[in-house]
C-alpha cells in the first residue's frame, strides 16, 4: 500500500517485536471494513444491533475494569521532568521504552496486527495532519474509522514523508496492573498497552490531537485545546463562531449540537456543530483565530442523552455508530440512564450481567459511549469539512460548579482570559478513572491532555494573543451551568436555553449591551440575559424566575477569596521562573479587586 521507508521500516520494527500472526493493512474500503465487522461478530468481540430499528449499528461491553481513561497510567515522557511539567506523570524515555518494550514482546502472539493509517482534518489539506495507528483490535479499527479519516488516501497524500504520528496499541492482558497510555512527544510516538476503552486506545483522539498536537502547536505556533466549535446563526443568516472548553462529561457535546428554544426558533436562530471535543486552532491570513475539528465521528457520553436534551446527538446515533458500555435490549435497540423513564426488564446490564432496573443499579455504564459519524448530524455544520476552518467570535470556559462560579462572566481582556482559562476548576466525572464529584483544578479543561509543563502552555496563550490584533482577538467568557440550590437541585434550565447565555456573549462582542464591571470580570445585567419563554421547574413548587437569574449572577465574596487561596496552592505547583507574568499579576488583582469589594 506504500513504498514509504519510514513508515515500513517502524511497522517491520513493531511486528518484530509484538509477534502478531498476521499483519493486515487497513485500506478503508467498505468490502475490508464489512469482512471485520463479520470477523468481529463471529468472535463476540462486537454485537449486530436490530438492523430494523439501528442500521449498522453494533454493540461492544469492554472489560469492567477498563471503562474510561486511565490519568495516573498516563505519562508524557520527555526527556527532561521539567518539560512534562507539575500536572503530567513522567519517566525517563529510555526507562519507559524498556519497561514497554518487556510488555509488548510478544503481546500479539496468536492475534492479528492491523496498520491503520488516518488523518487528523480533511485529508490532503494543508491542516491535516497523519498518523498511523497499529492495534490488534477490531473494534478500534471499526471505532477509529468513524472517529477520523482513514485508509489508502491518508497513505496516498503522506507520500514518502516520515512526517507521521507513530501508534502502538495492543490489549494483550487488559492488565489494568500493566496498562500504560505513554506519550513521546519528541519521537511522535504514542504507546497504549492493556486498555480497550475509548480515549486510551483511539490513540487519533486524545493522545494524538490533544498531547502530541498541543505540543507540535506550541512548537509551530497553533493551538490544539479540548474545545467545542459552534455556529450560531441570526435570522439574517450571519453565523458567528464560538469555541468552548468544558472538563470531560461537562457538556461539550450537548452544547455543540444544542437546538434553540422554541421562542428563538420561530425568530429564525439556528446553531450548527462543527466539533465536540477537539479543535486545532490556527491564525488565519486575515489575521483572525480560526478553528477546525480534526475528528470525523463523536464520542460521547450517553448517559442524559435523550429526544429532549440532545435530540441531534440521539439522531446522530440511529445509523452507522458503535455502542459501547449501553444496555442491550432485548429487541436489540440500546439503552442508558436518562434515555426515557421506562428501563427494558429481563435483560443485562452494560457488564453482562443479569439486571434488575427495580433495584437502584445502573443498566449502563455512567461512561458508556456511541461512536458515531460526525455526518449523521442533522445539524452539522456546512464548513464542518472546510480546511481553513471557522473564524471565532468568542472562547468559553466553563466547569461544573455547585457554588462559586456565576452563570457566566467575561474576561476583561485576552491576557485575563487567559488567566480565567488558567483557574478553570470543575467536579471530576466518569469519565475518568478515580473518585467522582471532587473540585480540582483542569485549565482551559487540558489539564488530562497537555502534552508539555503547563506553565510553559499558559505562555504560548499569552504568546497567541499577541500574534492578534486586539479587535481581532476572540473575546474570552466562563460559563456555569451547574449551580446547584442548598438540596442539590441545578438552577438554571441548561442545554437549548444555554444558547441564551451565547446570544449575551455575541451581542458583547458586537458591542451591542453594557456589562457591570466587578471583581471577577464583567457580568450581565440581568435585564440582558433574555429570559422570556423559560418553563423550568427547579423542585416542585419552585419554577425558574427572574429573581433565579439574580442569584446565577451574584458573586460571593468570601467564596472566591477561599478560591483565591486554592489558586495560590494550584499555582505554587509551577516554577515561578515559567508561570508567566501575567496570570500571577491577575490573580494579584483579582485578590486586590475582591477584598476592596468587601
Ligand atoms: P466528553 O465527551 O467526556 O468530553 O464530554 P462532554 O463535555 O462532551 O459532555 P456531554 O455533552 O456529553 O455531557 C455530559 C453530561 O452532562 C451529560 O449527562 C449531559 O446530560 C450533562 N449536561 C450537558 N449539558 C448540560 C447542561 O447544560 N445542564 C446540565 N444540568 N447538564 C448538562
Ligand atoms: C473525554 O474523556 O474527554 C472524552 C472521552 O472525550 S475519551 O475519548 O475517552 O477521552
Ligand atoms: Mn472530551
Not at 49 to 78: K, M, S, W
Amino acid at each position: 500500500m506504500t513504498n514509504n521507508k519510514a513508515v515500513l521500516d517502524w511497522v517491520q520494527e513493531m511486528v518484530a517485536m509484538t509477534q502478531p500472526d498476521q499483519v493486515v493493512w487497513i485500506d478503508g474500503s467498505e468490502e475490508q471494513l464489512d469482512a471485520l465487522r463479520r470477523e468481529a461478530v463471529s468472535t463476540g468481540e462486537i454485537e449486530l444491533l436490530n438492523q430494523d430499528l439501528l442500521p449498522g449499528c453494533y454493540y461492544h461491553r469492554t472489560a469492567v475494569n477498563d471503562v474510561a481513561r486511565v490519568e495516573d497510567r498516563t505519562f508524557i515522557c520527555t526527556p527532561t521532568k521539567e518539560e512534562a511539567g507539575p500536572t503530567n506523570n513522567w519517566m525517563d524515555p529510555a526507562e519507559m521504552y524498556a519497561k514497554l518494550k518487556g510488555l509488548y514482546t510478544g503481546c500479539m502472539k496468536g492475534r492479528t496486527c492491523y496498520v491503520l493509517p488516518y488523518s487528523m482534518g480533511p485529508v490532503g489539506s494543508p491542516f491535516a495532519k497523519y498518523g498511523i495507528e497499529l492495534t490488534d483490535s477490531i473494534y478500534v479499527v471499526l471505532n477509529m474509522n468513524i472517529m477520523t479519516r482513514i485508509g489508502q488516501k491518508v497513505l496516498d497524500a503522506l507520500g514518502d514523508s516520515p512526517d507521521y504520528i507513530k501508534g502502538l496499541h495492543a490489549k494483550a492482558n487488559i492488565d489494568p496492573e500493566n496498562r500504560y497510555i505513554v506519550h513521546f512527544p519528541q519521537d511522535n510516538t504514542i504507546c497504549s498497552i492493556n486498555s480497550g476503552y475509548g480515549g486510551n486506545v483511539l490513540l487519533g483522539k486524545k493522545c494524538f490531537a490533544l498531547r502530541i498536537a498541543s505540543y507540535l502547536g506550541r512548537d509551530e505556533g497553533w493551538m490544539a485545546e479540548h474545545m467545542l466549535i459552534l455556529g450560531i446563526e441570526n435570522p439574517k443568516g450571519e453565523v458567528k463562531y464560538i469555541a468552548a472548553a468544558f472538563p470531560s462529561a461537562c457538556g461539550k457535546t450537548n452544547l455543540a449540537m444544542l437546538i434553540p428554544p422554541e421562542y428563538y426558533r420561530k425568530k429564525g436562530y439556528k446553531v450548527w456543530t462543527v466539533g465536540d471535543d477537539i479543535a486545532w486552532i490556527r491564525i488565519g491570513e486575515d489575521g483572525r483565530m480560526y478553528a477546525v475539528n480534526p475528528e470525523y465521528g463523536f464520542f460521547g457520553v450517553a448517559p442524559g442523552t435523550n429526544e429532549k436534551s440532545n435530540p441531534n446527538a440521539l439522531a446522530s446515533t440511529r445509523k452507522n455508530t458503535i455502542f459501547t458500555n449501553v444496555v442491550k435490549t432485548a429487541d436489540g435497540g440500546v439503552w442508558w440512564e436518562g434515555l426515557d423513564k421506562n428501563p427494558p426488564k429481563g435483560v443485562n446490564n452494560w457488564k453482562g450481567e443479569p439486571w434488575d432496573p427495580s433495584d437502584g443499579s445502573k443498566g449502563a455504564h455512567p461512561n458508556s459511549r456511541f461512536t458515531a459519524p460526525a455526518k449523521n448530524c442533522p445539524c452539522i455544520s456546512p464548513e464542518f469539512e472546510n480546511p481553513k476552518g471557522v473564524p471565532l467570535s468568542a472562547i468559553v470556559f466553563g466547569g461544573r460548579r455547585a457554588k462559586t462560579a456565576p452563570l457566566v462572566y467575561e474576561a476583561r481582556d485576552w491576557n485575563h482570559g487567559v488567566f480565567i482559562g488558567s483557574i478553570l476548576a470543575s467536579e471530576t466525572t466518569a469519565a475518568a478513572t478515580g473518585a467522582v464529584g471532587v473540585v480540582r483544578r483542569d485549565p482551559m479543561s487540558m489539564l488530562p491532555f497537555c502534552g508539555y509543563n503547563m506553565a510553559d502552555y499558559f505562555q504560548h496563550w499569552i504568546d497567541m494573543g499577541k500574534k492578534v490584533a486586539k479587535d481581532k482577538q476572540p473575546k474570552i467568557f466562563n460559563v456555569n451551568w451547574f449551580r446547584l440550590d442548598d438540596e442539590g437541585n441545578f438552577l438554571w434550565p441548561g442545554f437549548g436555553d444555554n444558547l441564551r447565555v451565547l446570544l449575551w456573549m455575541l451581542d458583547r462582542c458586537e458591542g451591542k449591551v453594557d456589562a457591570v464591571e466587578t471583581a471577577i470580570g464583567y457580568l450581565p445585567k440581568p435585564e440582558d440575559i433574555n429570559i422570556e419563554g423559560i418553563d423550568y421547574k427547579i423542585k416542585d413548587g419552585k419554577m425558574f424566575d427572574e429573581s433565579v437569574l439574580k442569584e446565577l449572577l451574584s458573586i460571593d465574596t468570601q467564596s472566591w477569596l477561599d478560591d483565591v487561596e486554592n489558586i495560590k496552592e494550584f499555582y505554587a505547583k509551577f516554577d515561578p521562573a515559567r508561570l508567566p507574568k501575567e496570570l500571577k499579576e491577575n490573580l494579584a488583582k483579582l485578590e486586590q479587586n475582591l477584598k476592596a469589594s468587601k
